[in-house]
């Protein structure tokens, strides 16, 4: 299972974290990935991470790189996604996944969370 929380409304260039608890999984040799699906548009991968046993290797979406930073908690089960420099074009559903590969096409990934919210506005 894969819960995400920590979206909401945010103005331009502001900050939020979002969290992906993961459970069923070990994020030792899972991949999480998150992806983002705005109204009338395909859904985008923007970054995963690794499992701990492939060193937790990080991949971005050319538009959010230097402003989104994923992370993980082992212990707690927990995969972040940090987003800055906020735009209005961040608007989205992110949704977090997890796959035995890693990816920023949505194929390789078999399980997903049902998503939060994140609007940027002002």
């Known amino acids: 299972q894969l819960v995400e929380s920590g979206g909401g409304l945010v103005q331009p260039g502001g900050s939020l974290r979002l969290s992906c608890a993961v459970s069923g999984f070990t994020l030792d040799v899972w991949t999480i990935g998150w992806f983002r699906q705005a109204p009338g548009k395909e859904r985008e991968g923007v970054s995963c991470?690794?499992?701990?046993?492939?060193?937790?290797?990080?991949y971005y979406t050319d538009s959010v790189k230097g402003r989104f930073a994923i992370s993980k908690d082992d212990l707690n089960n927990i995969v972040y996604l940090k987003m800055n420099s906020l735009k209005p074009q961040d608007k989205a559903a992110y949704s977090c996944?997890?796959?035995?590969?890693?990816?920023?096409?949505?194929?390789?990934?078999?399980?997903w969370g049902h998503g939060t919210q994140v609007t940027v506005s002002s």
């Open positions: 996944t997890a796959g035995r590969n890693p990816s920023l096409a949505d194929t390789p990934y078999d399980y």
């Open positions: 991470i690794t499992s701990s046993m492939s060193d937790s290797k990080t």
